[in-house]
């Protein structure tokens, strides 16, 4: 299973920037597929999900800035991020799992995307 991540960059406060996982070595559909991030110092923490049947879920801080999505034909799960904040400056990560057929709670990583929003 490899994910890359993609679009992270520098940002003004207030920007957006829209983030791509590209998704290999599995059956995409069957997974859900999120996005977390990890600020220095601090731990990793859930920002969004988005399930097999694209049911979404979001961390009270992004709602309503965020939107998480997914093509299942491309292997692809995005995060748009608008009205970009100081503090959404973190790395982002994309992560497989658990999968629902059959299921499994196997999780996998990308490596992650450099997300810097300026003041």
């Known amino acids: 299973v490899q994910l890359v991540e993609s679009g992270g960059g520098l940002a003004q406060a207030g920007g957006s920037l829209r983030l791509s996982c590209a998704a290999s070595?599995?059956?995409?559909?069957?997974?859900?597929m999120g996005w977390f991030r990890q600020a220095p110092g601090k731990e990793r923490e859930f920002v969004a999900t988005?399930?097999?049947?694209?049911?979404?879920a979001y961390a009270d801080s992004v709602k309503g800035r965020f939107t998480i999505s997914r093509d299942n034909a491309k292997n692809m799960m995005y995060l748009q991020m608008n009205s970009l904040k100081p503090e959404d400056t973190a790395v982002y990560y994309c992560?497989?799992?658990?999968?629902?057929?059959?299921?499994?709670?196997?999780?996998?990583w990308g490596q992650g995307t450099q997300v810097t929003v300026s003041s």
């Open positions: 070595g599995l059956t995409f559909s069957s997974y859900t």
């Open positions: 988005i399930d097999w049947n694209s049911i979404t």
């Open positions: 992560k497989a799992g658990p999968r629902a057929f059959p299921v499994s709670s196997q999780p996998y």
